[in-house]
């Protein structure tokens, strides 16, 4: 079976200060990771993707994240946060393609409130 | 191009009602997922199809839950006999033959 943690909660940093959102997976199998972000009252929208390869992924809105198999970490950083960075994130884990196990297992989310 | 649409956005049901919620993929997409969002938590998969078939529904909490796809394009999530625990966000999620699934904006239904 396959679990994700989200270290922290709520997240409070200053507008153009750097944050580091947490997240650690467990898995049997190897894995596809993913962070999304969730405005209030949207859907969610794909950050970034790790599946196989590199393990420094970069995605949308300067976000970039780092996948560490003997951690089973797969951290979210961005160098300077704007106020629209306010959101949920979230962190998942599948185990392959759609059909192979590919339904996605998220974490409890991490809320960051990026203050002036 | 479109995204993933979901209607309705909001529903508030009594106790004992059915639903149905409607969710339209992106076009061609092949797979299709129903998530379960409560408040303050994440996502949990509810049911997964490819084309028409529904290969994996483990996800559903009971039998009031029901889903289906039956062209292979819009599908529908059926809630009989509403309770409050029902009270969510349902997320509809769709993908080519791969691994990223894209996001509807969900609908909130509230039993009360």
């Known amino acids: 079976a396959q679990s994700v943690t989200q270290l922290d909660s709520q997240v409070p940093v200053f507008e153009e200060a750097p944050v580091e959102l947490r997240c650690n997976y467990s898995?049997?199998?190897?894995?596809?990771l993913f962070w999304y972000v969730q405005y209030p009252n949207q859907g969610l929208q794909l950050l970034l993707k790790?599946?196989?390869?590199?393990?420094l992924v970069k995605g949308i809105n300067g976000f970039e994240a780092e996948f560490n198999k003997s951690q089973t970490s797969f951290h979210l950083r961005k160098p300077s946060v704007h106020i629209s960075d306010t959101a949920e994130y979230f962190c998942?884990?599948?185990?392959?393609?759609?059909?192979?196990?590919?339904?996605?297992?998220f974490g409890q989310g991490t809320e960051l409130s990026v203050k002036p | 191009g479109a995204g993933v649409s979901q209607s309705p956005r909001y529903k508030v049901a009594k106790r004992g009602q059915d639903v149905a919620l409607r969710c339209d993929p992106i076009?061609?997409?092949?797979?299709l997922f129903w998530y379960q969002q409560a408040l303050g938590q994440g996502p949990e998969f509810l049911t997964y199809f490819q084309n028409e078939a529904q290969l994996d529904k483990s996800g559903l909490p009971s039998d009031r839950f029901f889903a289906e796809r039956p062209e292979g394009s819009v599908s529908t999530l059926k809630i009989q006999r509403t309770q409050q625990e029902d009270s969510a966000v349902y997320l509809c999620a769709s993908g080519a033959r791969g691994e990223t699934q894209y996001f509807g904006p969900g609908t909130r239904l509230l039993v009360l």
């Open positions: 076009s061609g997409h092949v797979s």
């Open positions: 790790y599946l196989s390869g590199s393990t």
């Open positions: 898995s049997s199998v190897s894995v596809y």
């Open positions: 998942a884990v599948s185990g392959g393609p759609f059909n192979q196990g590919g339904k996605l297992i």
